[in-house]
């Protein structure tokens, strides 16, 4: 089973270069420590300064442990962008969302649609 840590907060508009920069380097600094499925980080068009990370990982211990580094007050991952979040590292938000496979999507259809 697949999971993906949604991780969610909102940066100077101004800074975007840099947090592009630090983004790059806290995706290797996480690959080095476990393992990471995929990785994405994106700027919300509707909102901008709006971040969001999409990180999928392969075990519900990984995710958890993702999670807990990136909104950890101390001692977790991402803290060079501290200067740049809108109301510190406290504003950082994160959700942990198990993926359906193809098989149990199709075994199941929505009978709403």
């Known amino acids: 089973m697949l ?3 949604f991780v ?7 800074a975007m270069d840099e947090v ?3 983004l790059c380097i806290l995706r290797e600094e996480m690959k080095d420590q476990i393992p990471i499925a995929s990785y994405h980080g994106g700027e919300s068009c509707d909102q901008p300064g ?8 392969p075990s519900w211990e990984q995710a ?3 999670k ?4 950890a007050l101390e001692h977790g991952w991402g803290h060079a962008m501290d200067p740049w979040i ?3 590292r406290g504003k950082v938000r994160s959700w942990i969302f198990r993926l359906f496979d193809d098989r ?6 929505r009978q709403d649609v």
């Open 3 to 5: 999971y993906i840590v």
């Open 104 to 109: 149990s999507l199709s075994a199941s259809p």
């Open 68 to 71: 807990r580094m990136r909104t």
């Open 64 to 66: 958890n442990l993702v």
């Open 86 to 88: 809108k109301g510190g």
């Open 20 to 22: 592009a920069q630090a």
């Open 50 to 57: 709006l971040i969001v990370e999409m990180i999928q990982v």
């Open 8 to 14: 969610e907060y909102a940066v100077d508009k101004q």
